[in-house]
């Protein structure tokens, strides 16, 4: 169909790739070195996305056993294929010459196993690779709409970085702009109340723009759609800057006893942070309090969660950066300060009392919350108290596709012309967390590969 807007120049591409973090860049590298001329488009002035603010541990699922034990309300189709592609996809990036661990690190978020990796090598080795089959790269490119014809995608258009409007033809587009965790009417909407309140763990651009192409464009979305990835942050933040981001997370949670603003546990602890940052939201006020020893502190607190983060005093980062909290000789002094926020003193007594006895038991459940076998109460002084609110890296709902990376319509059927990769994708991650950075890759690489497929179908077929 004609398209309406006024355009001050025209491009032409095999595939055009919407957003540059790590399933984007793997999508186009991917498309370029099956042989199709790609433009892969960033709406930031940097290329990278979230990826880019990673740590570059490049992990998901062991094994499908695992990921269905683990993500029980994951897409196990997806999940399936991603757990048999990792390895293929491992060796590339070896072949690739980026720097890619020699040793595996083991339960990362209590379950997966991965490498670290150099993300920003990955990235620019992506972008080479593009560049050298004669594709563009270009940052300050955001994507006003999609160009169709009936049901069929047939390219985009980019407003430039000096506001020209460049329409691009192109036979396959690959949505990757990496959730919409930036949104906060979206997260209202998918998420319920405190939604808005996340802190934002991520980079800016992630709006939300890959789901509203695509719904525009008829594709449907899917489950997961309340359900996010991001860690537990200390409450307040004088300050929240990407730099802040990973020392600031408090990944010994699940080593702590949490409670909300009623002095009241209302989750397993031991599920792993990740997944206690998605319990918080949904307490009053999107809050909580962490209690632990120093034990805790002097060990998981300040151990290296990923290789290259360093040891770092968690609690103390937290605190320098504004965070409320307590510390005490003995658990009943620090209770005592803890209840001058303004939390019930009895009910909070009451809760790290049954909590420490079931625990001593060997776990079980106290005031209908379970406590694992493995949890240990706080026990060696001094003890600590700090007040944590939730944050957001990326979404898991998003736009239906198949393992091919094309997206599908509510019928299930494909949308010609139109594919998506990574945090655009919905329903991989649902409440548990299968990893970003490789399952990014190994989704931007399928959809990389079909996309290459239909956009360098010759001329004769008529859909090029």
Same mark, same amino acid.
């Given at each position: 169909?004609?398209?309406? /807007?006024?355009?001050?120049?025209?491009?032409?591409?095999?595939?055009?790739?919407?957003?540059?973090?790590?399933?984007?860049?793997?999508?186009?590298?991917?498309?370029?070195?099956?042989?199709?001329?790609?433009? /892969?488009?960033?709406?930031?002035?940097?290329?990278?996305?979230?990826?880019? /603010?990673?740590?570059?541990?490049?992990?998901?699922?062991?094994?499908?056993?695992?990921?269905?034990?683990?993500?029980?309300?994951?897409?196990?189709?997806?999940?399936?294929?991603?757990?048999?592609?990792?390895?293929?996809?491992?060796?590339?990036?070896?072949?690739?010459?980026?720097?890619?661990?020699?040793?595996?690190?083991?339960?990362?978020?209590?379950?997966?196993?991965?490498?670290?990796?150099?993300?920003?090598?990955?990235?620019?080795?992506?972008?080479?690779?593009?560049?050298?089959?004669?594709?563009?790269?270009?940052?300050?490119?955001?994507?006003?709409?999609?160009?169709?014809?009936?049901?069929?995608?047939?390219?985009?258009?980019?407003?430039?970085?000096?506001?020209?409007?460049?329409?691009?033809?192109?036979?396959?587009?690959?949505?990757?702009?990496?959730?919409?965790?930036?949104?906060?009417?979206?997260?209202?909407?998918?998420?319920?109340?405190?939604?808005?309140?996340?802190?934002?763990?991520?980079?800016?651009?992630?709006?939300?723009?890959?789901?509203?192409?695509?719904?525009?464009?008829?594709?449907?979305?899917?489950?997961?759609?309340?359900?996010?990835?991001?860690?537990?942050?200390?409450?307040?933040?004088?300050?929240?800057?990407?730099?802040?981001?990973?020392?600031?997370?408090?990944?010994?949670?699940?080593?702590?006893?949490?409670?909300?603003?009623?002095?009241?546990?209302?989750?397993?602890?031991?599920?792993?942070?990740?997944?206690?940052?998605?319990?918080?939201?949904?307490?009053?006020?999107?809050?909580?309090?962490?209690?632990?020893?120093?034990?805790?502190?002097?060990?998981?607190?300040?151990?290296?969660?990923?290789?290259?983060?360093?040891?770092?005093?968690?609690?103390?980062?937290?605190?320098?950066?504004?965070?409320?909290?307590?510390?005490?000789?003995?658990?009943?002094?620090?209770?005592?300060?803890?209840?001058?926020?303004?939390?019930?003193?009895?009910?909070?007594?009451?809760?790290?009392?049954?909590?420490?006895?079931?625990?001593?038991?060997?776990?079980?459940?106290?005031?209908?919350?379970?406590?694992?076998?493995?949890?240990?109460?706080?026990?060696?002084?001094?003890?600590?108290?700090?007040?944590?609110?939730?944050?957001?890296?990326?979404?898991?709902?998003?736009?239906?596709?198949?393992?091919?990376?094309?997206?599908?319509?509510?019928?299930?059927?494909?949308?010609?012309?139109?594919?998506?990769?990574?945090?655009?994708?919905?329903?991989?991650?649902?409440?548990?967390?299968?990893?970003?950075?490789?399952?990014?890759?190994?989704?931007?690489?399928?959809?990389?590969?079909?996309?290459?497929?239909?956009?360098?179908?010759?001329?004769?077929?008529?859909?090029?």
């Amino acid at each position: 169909m004609k398209h309406p /807007l006024t355009v001050d120049e025209v491009r032409r591409a095999d595939v055009v790739v919407v957003g540059s973090g790590v399933s984007g860049s793997a999508a186009a590298m991917t498309a370029a070195r099956a042989g199709a001329k790609v433009a /892969l488009l960033e709406k930031l002035d940097t290329f990278g996305g979230s990826a880019a /603010l990673s740590a570059g541990m490049f992990w998901t699922a062991p094994s499908v056993e695992a990921f269905r034990a683990r993500i029980p309300l994951g897409n196990l189709e997806l999940g399936a294929e991603l757990v048999a592609d990792y390895e293929e996809a491992l060796a590339e990036l070896r072949a690739s010459g980026v720097r890619v661990a020699d040793e595996p690190q083991r339960d990362i978020m209590t379950f997966g196993i991965g490498y670290s990796t150099d993300i920003q090598g990955i990235l620019a080795w992506c972008r080479e690779q593009v560049i050298a089959a004669g594709g563009e790269a270009r940052t300050s490119h955001p994507i006003v709409e999609l160009l169709r014809d009936g049901r069929e995608v047939t390219g985009v258009v980019a407003r430039g970085g000096d506001g020209r409007l460049v329409r691009y033809d192109a036979a396959a587009v690959v949505l990757t702009t990496g959730g919409f965790q930036g949104a906060r009417d979206e997260l209202s909407r998918h998420i319920g109340p405190n939604a808005d309140r996340l802190l934002l763990r991520s980079n800016p651009g992630s709006v939300g723009d890959g789901l509203r192409l695509a719904r525009a464009s008829g594709a449907a979305g899917t489950t997961a759609m309340s359900t996010f990835y991001g860690h537990l942050i200390g409450y307040p933040v004088h300050r929240f800057e990407p730099a802040d981001f990973l020392p600031n997370s408090q990944y010994y949670s699940s080593s702590a006893v949490l409670v909300n603003l009623r002095g009241e546990r209302f989750v397993d602890e031991t599920q792993g942070d990740e997944l206690l940052n998605q319990a918080v939201t949904f307490q009053p006020e999107a809050r909580g309090v962490l209690i632990f020893d120093e034990h805790v502190r002097t060990t998981e607190g300040t151990e290296e969660p990923f290789p290259g983060l360093g040891t770092i005093d968690r609690y103390a980062m937290a605190v320098e950066a504004g965070a409320q909290h307590a510390e005490a000789a003995t658990l009943e002094e620090l209770l005592g300060a803890v209840a001058t926020w303004g939390i019930d003193d009895g009910r909070l007594h009451s809760t790290l009392t049954r909590y420490t006895e079931v625990a001593r038991a060997g776990g079980g459940v106290a005031h209908s919350v379970p406590v694992a076998a493995t949890a240990r109460p706080p026990q060696t002084g001094p003890f600590y108290a700090l007040m944590v609110q939730p944050s957001i890296t990326f979404t898991f709902g998003g736009v239906r596709t198949d393992t091919n990376g094309a997206v599908l319509d509510y019928d299930g059927e494909p949308v010609p012309g139109l594919f998506a990769a990574g945090a655009d994708i919905g329903g991989l991650s649902n409440y548990g967390y299968a990893g970003g950075l490789a399952p990014g890759y190994i989704t931007g690489r399928w959809a990389g590969r079909s996309a290459a497929a239909r956009g360098t179908v010759p001329l004769a077929t008529g859909r090029h």
